[in-house]
């Protein structure tokens, strides 16, 4: 879980960075969005949980994870720019592996000592693992004037993240492994196989 924790901070800063980027910030307004949309997602499940410390101040790989993302991208912008499509795959990345995170974490620090209604656990778990998985997005966004992507009309991104929280949610019971894997599935099949700019249209349905 810590690996998939380090490896959708390092996606999501390379998302919120390449964003910045594309708004001719300097590397200090690139770095600072990247991290912005990094943990901004989970800072938003810990303040609602009253979950103390941050998890970025009690563990700082975080930071420096997305301090590193960030980074790469702002002196590598070109590879992102002529490859969108792989940028998009990490974007998708990154939100397959935080939803399942944020409804982990909301369901262990809010549920596991009681035994509360199955849908009250459900509903606050799943939430929370969508805000973990689109609030930095939401955050970036907002500080760059834009329209948040994940509520955009016709974007699925709430949808992946829904069905992706909420697989792993009914899952999470009965095999860990098993959630985690088919909600990273559910995920990337909706962002990247049923969604049009996704990368299977863009490349793999092209050659055929």
């Known amino acids: ?17 390449y964003k910045a980027k594309g708004g001719k910030l300097n590397i200090f307004g690139v770095i600072l969005l ?15 949980i009253n979950r103390s410390p941050l998890f ?3 563990d700082q790989n975080y930071l420096l994870v997305a301090i590193i993302g960030s980074v790469i991208t702002y002196f ?20 397959a592996t935080f939803v399942i995170i944020g409804t ?4 262990n620090h809010l549920f596991s000592l009681n035994s509360p209604p199955l849908l009250i656990s459900f509903l606050s778990s799943v939430f929370l693992g969508m805000i973990t998985g689109f609030g930095g997005g939401i955050i970036r966004d907002s ?3 834009d ?3 994940s509520l955009r009309h016709g974007s699925n991104y709430a949808t992946a993240s829904f069905l992706g929280a909420t697989s792993f949610y009914l899952l999470m019971f009965v095999d860990l492994k098993l959630a ?14 049923v969604s049009r700019y996704g990368i299977y249209n863009k490349l793999i349905k092209k050659r055929k």
């Open 76 to 95: 590598a912008p070109t590879f992102f720019k002529k490859r969108y499509t792989l940028f998009r795959l990490i974007d998708s990345i990154g939100l």
């Open 104 to 107: 982990s974490v909301a369901y």
């Open 34 to 48: 990247g991290i912005i949309t990094a943990v901004g997602g989970g800072t938003f499940r810990d303040v609602i």
């Open 143 to 145: 500080i760059m004037g």
């Open 180 to 193: 985690i894997i088919v909600s990273i599935v559910t995920t990337l099949t909706l962002r990247e196989v």
């Open 1 to 17: 879980m810590n690996f998939l924790d380090l490896l959708g901070t390092f996606a999501f800063a390379i998302t919120g960075a």
């Open 147 to 149: 329209m948040p992507l």
């Open 56 to 58: 970025y101040l009690k």
